[in-house]
């Protein structure tokens, strides 16, 4: 006979917070109710509705407020760059795993954009973005590429794309800001046609052009980290 899983009193906590975020009443930045209007409300101790809070905050799913409360996180994206940083750490995952992962992403990303067109303001600072890029060197290149990635997610209007590929940016860019400072006349000359290649096979809604330029940009960075 099948064991039934009985439902904890901190499981119900996280069930009835669940559902107010499911029925909309809680929010990005909404304030959780008190632990004791928890507790009341489901009729159990306030020590499994702490436990249940205690285990929403470690996943990152609510922020501690000091003298205020709890709040629904606006940055939930930080549980997922946390839970990479331990796995790296832990060696579960490696930076090769991470870099792949990237690039299959903005593939998607791209691809969305093939089938969604680019908004026409997107691409007006994707252009101006290509110009700085041409003058830029250091600190300046890694600002002016990180920025034209965002632009690519941005411009998809995807909240859960935005969301999981700022997490894995965040780690990513750990390792690429070092290369990028010190890269040399011929790897900013190939990143930078890189980058016009795909933002122009994308706005020509080029499929086979744009997963040939993102491959070619992430095997040269991979070459530039030595992974």
């Known amino acids: 006979m099948e064991k039934q899983h009985v439902t904890s009193e901190y499981e119900k906590a996280i069930q009835y917070i669940y559902s107010l975020m499911q029925d909309g009443t809680l929010q990005n930045g909404s304030k959780l109710p008190t632990e004791r209007t928890i507790a009341e409300t489901l009729g159990i101790g306030r020590n499994s509705t702490r436990e249940a809070l205690s285990i929403l905050h470690g996943m990152g799913m609510i922020e501690r407020v000091q003298g205020s409360g709890n709040y629904i996180s606006k940055n939930a994206g930080e549980s997922i760059r946390q839970m990479l940083m331990m796995m790296l750490a832990l060696g579960s995952i490696t930076k090769s795993e991470v870099c792949e992962f990237r690039c299959t992403m903005e593939k998607s990303v791209c691809s969305m954009l093939i089938e969604k067109g680019i908004p026409f303001e997107c691409q007006v600072l994707l252009e ?30 995807n909240e859960l794309f935005s969301m999981i590929m700022e997490a894995v940016m965040i780690v990513y860019r750990e390792w690429i800001d070092l290369v ?48």
């Open 128 to 157: 101006d973005n290509l110009a700085r890029m041409e003058q830029a060197d250091g600190s300046e290149l890694v600002s002016v590429d990180k920025e034209f990635h965002e632009l690519l997610i941005r411009a998809t209007e």
């Open 180 to 227: 990028l400072r010190r890269v040399n006349t011929k790897e900013k000359a190939n990143l930078l046609n890189y980058h016009k290649q795909i933002y122009n096979s994308v706005l020509e809604r080029d499929e086979a052009a744009m997963k040939a330029a993102v491959d070619g940009h992430y095997h040269l960075i991979s070459q530039m980290l030595a992974l």
